[in-house]
């Protein structure tokens, strides 16, 4: 939870994997993680657990925060001032955590709204973020909700994982698509489609996809100024090697780097490299 509480008070889920340092003014509602059957909230079973459970094919299953989870975060926030709440989260198309924040705002009488980024990891990050920003910056509640959607559409997500077997088993993407993505042992590059995980890419081997990861996400900057998000599981010099290429042909005001989320890492498994590219305007 936050110490910081403007007027206009901004409420993320823990799937963001906001790195450190950049949480402290905004409240991250965690979703819970269970390996063995034993739950616990995401930062209690950490993404390299869940890692480890996977290679080891022990299960791992999620699960989304409760209303109530919500709503406690909501009623702290307004008992500390707020007079608004702008609640973003992870797509619903990939987890009900929106549906959850949507069932506690209801309760409140238009004071809380609640948006689907249609994205995950910092595809939710940065529009939290921005939100943070405008509120800082004294915009009213109709301001932090455009600044946020504004982030969404600058923002824009590259993933590449050693199969798309995990994401199939999680039910994030269709079982064809993961055939395909088998097939001959192709590395695949996923992006984000209307909320949805979608195949990009795929190429023969992990070194060439994680090329064409950086080409894609050189295009998708289009010269433009950028925040550059670069989040992994257990793949720590592939997410290094990555930053560093990215860092080398775009014009770079801030990076992140670090793990993605228990929950992300227990859908797209060992091996994961995201690559988020946020242009500034």
Known sequence: MAGFTPRIAVVTDSTAALP?????????????????????????????????????????????????????????????????????????????????????????????????????????????????????????????RAAAEAAMRRTTPFLYVDTLEFLRRGGRIGAPQALLGTALAVKPILGMRDGIVVPLEKVRTAARALSRLVERAVEAAGGARVDVAVQHVAAPQRMEAVMSALVERLDVRHRHTGEVSAVLAAHAGPGLVCAVIHKIH
């Open 20 to 144: 450190a340092g950049l949480a402290h003014e905004l409240t991250v509602v965690p979703l819970t993680v269970a390996i063995d059957g034993r739950t616990g909230l995401e930062g209690d079973n950490t993404p390299a657990d869940v890692a480890a459970a996977l290679a080891a094919r022990r299960p791992v299953t999620t699960s989304r925060p409760t209303p109530t989870a919500f709503a406690e975060a909501y009623d702290k926030l307004f008992a500390a001032g707020a007079e608004h709440i702008l609640s973003v989260h992870i797509s619903g198309a990939l987890s009900g955590t929106s549906g959850s924040a949507a069932l506690a705002a209801a309760e409140y009488e238009g004071r809380v709204d609640v948006l689907d980024t249609r994205a995950a990891g910092m595809g939710v990050g940065f529009p939290a973020l921005a939100a943070v920003e405008a509120a800082r910056e004294g915009a009213d509640a109709a301001g932090v």
